[in-house]
C-alpha cells in the first residue's frame, strides 16, 4: 500500500498494479494487475483520486508514507478505542472474506486477493454463516 505509485494506477481502467507482489517461491518479478472494486461502501479510485488532491505532482508514490509509520498509526488508534488483539493483516482477512460475501467466485476472489491457490486463499476467509442468504441473493439477481 504504501509502495503504490501514480504510474501504477490505471483510473479509467479503475486497476492498479502491485510491483513485486509478496510470493514466498519468488521474490522479484511478481507484479499483478488488481481491480479496484466497489463492493465494500468504499470506492478505492475515489480515495486515490483524493489523494492526488493534495499534491499536484503525480508522481512517486501515492500514499507518502512509510510502512512502519501506517503501522505505527493503526496499532495507536487501536489502543485509543481500547480495540485488543487487532492487527492490520487482520484487515486483509476480513477483506477477502467481505469479497466473497459480495458473491464473486473463488477465481474472481483471488485476482484481487493475489493468491495462487485455494488452500491459502481459504486460510484467509472467514464467511459468516448469515451471510449465505444475501450471498445467494446477489447470484440470482
Not at 472494486?37 to 505532482?57: H, T
Request: proline fraction near 3%; charged fraction near 35%.
Amino acid at each position: 500500500m504504501a509502495r503504490v505509485e501514480w504510474c501504477d494506477f490505471d483510473a479509467r481502467g479503475r486497476m492498479l498494479l502491485i510491483r513485486n507482489r509478496k510470493d514466498p517461491r519468488k521474490k522479484k518479478g511478481n507484479d499483478q494487475r488488481i481491480p479496484l472494486l466497489d463492493v465494500s461502501g468504499y470506492d478505492a479510485c475515489k480515495i486515490i483520486e483524493e489523494q492526488g488532491r493534495f499534491s499536484n505532482i503525480r508522481e512517486g508514490r501515492i500514499f507518502p508514507y512509510s510502512g512502519r509509520s501506517v503501522g505505527t498509526a493503526f496499532r495507536r488508534q487501536c489502543q485509543k478505542l481500547k480495540i485488543d488483539d487487532l492487527h492490520f493483516h487482520n484487515l486483509r482477512h476480513e477483506a477477502t472474506s467481505r469479497l466473497f460475501e459480495t458473491g464473486l467466485s473463488i477465481e474472481q476472489v483471488a485476482l484481487v486477493t493475489g493468491h495462487k491457490d485455494w488452500k491459502m486463499l481459504r486460510r484467509y476467509t472467514h464467511l459468516r454463516p448469515e451471510t449465505l442468504h444475501s450471498i445467494r441473493a446477489v447470484r440470482s439477481a
